[in-house]
DNA sequence: ACCTGAACACCGTTCAAGT
DNA sequence: ACCTGAACACCGTTCAAGT
């Protein structure tokens, strides 16, 4: 907060930048810890000074979220078997969450993330999930039951278990396993004919 | 904010109606309209006022969340067959979500509730699970995965349908059977031998 | 275009009174 | 015990400068 810098003088701060250090904020004390004060004091720099390169600080977590999706491994459109790709994109964004833990709760809250990265991953799960046969609103809910679970799944791997009663804690390996199960159940409910359960 | 009393004098106030009004505002406006000023201007009080019936913000909306779970019917803890107490108790949850939809979010953020009715349905089910064998840390992923779970099928259902596409928007008697299935796996999953994933 | 200083309109919470 | 007034230590964001 103390001025080293002249209204004029420049800090050559960047956007990545910003992102950068917000993300380690983040890492560091939660997502409490993430305002827009601390992120100006950390960088060095006057609070409003942020907002000459970030829209808001909700865009800000938007983006946050949406780069780490970059990670992930998107399969081929058009080639396979369309559900196997489904398989594979959400099996790589479970691995993708559990290797940065820290922002899971900021995805949950959000149920998802938003930017052109998450724009990408959905345009492909619904490209995918078309070539199944899947279409129309009944694709938009699968997609995010799909997401809801994956998120969901990533949160509880990484609950650290409350070490009570006589056997061993899951490994990860288990709740990869678990999560493979449901993923598999999952996608076999969104293949079944669209009136399956039309019935009384 | 205007002073209809003077320091000493009594507005009447109880836990109950504090709690009352912070779930109107909470459902009016969402979990970002409930602030302690905005809820003990509408009740006609000066917000620290509200530090005499709440310990503070975090406990009221804790509180709000767990006097809902209150509606939940839990089973009998030791007739028929526990698994099926732990289906019926989930399915009346999933109701009780559904019929409280505003809150959804809230729970999602906080993955469930933690007040007293919380606390025993929490017991109920670690006692079911006991009784169909699923003991210790195991019972306590199963109690996790089972809230989640549930929070998120709540969380699907209450989404808005996008309205693309020809087919028809599911119906809630879609989204609930789309949630019993997947309960019915997750209790089978739950219910195997514990180390049927330990291998490489 | 990018920064500072100052300010606006808020927060949750505490502390010292009053009855 | 329950309330008010005032204050503390914060927020996100905007506006008017300066270069």
New interface residues.
């Given amino acids: 907060m103390p001025a080293f810098r002249n209204p004029g003088q420049r800090a050559g701060l960047t956007r990545d930048r910003v992102l950068a250090v917000a993300r380690e904020l983040l890492v560091e004390h939660g997502m409490d810890g993430l305002t827009m004060r601390a992120l100006a004091e950390r960088i060095g720099v006057s609070p409003n000074a942020l907002y000459s390169h970030v829209e808001s600080k909700t865009a800000l977590v938007d983006d946050l979220l949406d780069e780490v999706l970059a990670e992930v491994d998107a399969p081929a459109l058009d080639v396979g078997d369309p559900i196997a790709g489904v398989h594979a994109l959400m099996t790589s964004t479970y691995k993708v969450l559990l290797a940065h833990a820290d922002l899971i709760?900021a995805y949950?809250?959000r149920?998802g993330a938003r930017g052109p990265h998450a724009q990408h991953l959905g345009d492909v799960m619904l490209a995918l999930l078309e070539r199944a046969g899947v279409?129309?609103?009944?694709?938009?809910?699968a997609l995010?039951?799909l997401i809801?679970?994956t998120i969901?799944s990533a949160?509880?791997a990484t609950?650290a278990?409350?070490?009570?009663?006589?056997?061993s804690?899951?490994?990860s390996?288990?709740h990869a396993?678990?999560f493979d199960?449901?993923l598999r159940?999952?996608l076999a409910?969104i293949t079944l004919p669209?009136d399956y359960?039309?019935s009384a």
């Fill in positions: 709760p949950l809250a149920q279409t129309g609103s009944r694709a938009q809910e995010h039951v809801v679970y969901g949160a509880f609950r278990p409350l070490a009570s009663g006589e056997s804690p899951p490994t390996r288990d396993a678990h199960h449901g159940w999952i409910g669209a359960a039309r």
